[in-house]
């Protein structure tokens, strides 16, 4: 079956680094996304990753390493805006196919 | 430029009701996929439409029904409501071969009574 591990909860101090794991068994693969979703909202677009290694997008960072199934997401110069529930998603659906989706790692910021 | 776009916001039906839920993706995406997301939890896959026949589906039952129009709008119909059909329902928006882009609107949240 399918299968995303992602933690449940994390906390971060304002200003620091985080590292949000994802770990990943499907059956098919075409693609991992990074998702923030605030409560209450529907998930926004952070990253996709295809390929192996890191993409770079502003203060987000996404790795991804096939063999291993295993993907994450880094926040730098977090801010109190980016508490948020992280999303790992792999589409095993074939091109724009499907996601499954992991529960989600729910990250609070403090000052 | 008009995102993904969803209504109803907020409903409230009674076990055993049936309800319908629409969407229109953004303007250019031809592909609209529908998500269950309990609290708590991640969106869970309910079926995906594209050129107006359901081209993939989740593990729903058969009380989840789609469809979509030739305007690329979409509909999603659940009958014989449960308490547990309670959830935010995602549709995403996406234009078929193109990959990366995927667009979810502000979702449905539907409460069973």
């Known amino acids: 079956g399918q299968n995303i591990d992602q933690p449940t909860e994390m906390t971060a101090t304002e200003g620091a680094i985080v590292q949000i794991n994802c770990t990943y068994q499907t059956s098919g693969f075409n693609g991992l996304f990074w998702y923030q979703q605030h409560a209450g909202e529907a998930p926004t677009f952070l990253s996709y990753?295809?390929?192996?290694g890191l993409e770079e997008k502003g203060r987000f960072s996404s790795f991804l390493s096939r063999s291993k199934g295993y993907s994450y997401l880094l926040l730098k110069e977090l801010q109190m805006k980016d508490s948020a529930s992280y999303l790992c998603?792999?589409?095993?659906?074939?091109?724009?196919?499907?996601?499954?989706f992991g529960d989600g790692t729910t990250l609070t910021v403090k000052p | 430029d008009a995102g993904v776009t969803q209504s109803p916001t907020h409903l409230i039906k009674t076990r055993g009701q049936q309800v319908t839920l629409r969407c229109s993706p953004k303007?250019?995406?031809?592909?609209v996929s529908w998500y269950q997301q309990a609290l708590g939890q991640g969106p869970q896959f309910i079926f995906q439409?594209?050129?107006?026949?359901?081209?993939q589906r989740g593990n729903f039952p058969d009380r989840f029904s789609g469809h979509q129009f030739p305007n690329y709008s979409s509909e999603l119909n659940v009958n014989a409501l449960l308490l547990g059909d309670s959830a935010l329902y995602l549709c995403?928006?996406?234009?078929?071969?193109?990959?990366?882009?995927?667009?979810f609107g502000e979702g449905s949240w539907l409460t069973v009574v």
């Open positions: 990753n295809v390929l192996d």
């Open positions: 995403a928006s996406s234009l078929s071969g193109s990959g990366n882009t995927i667009y």
């Open positions: 998603a792999v589409r095993d659906g074939g091109n724009a196919g499907k996601s499954t």
């Open positions: 439409y594209y050129e107006e026949e359901e081209r």
């Open positions: 303007s250019g995406h031809d592909t």
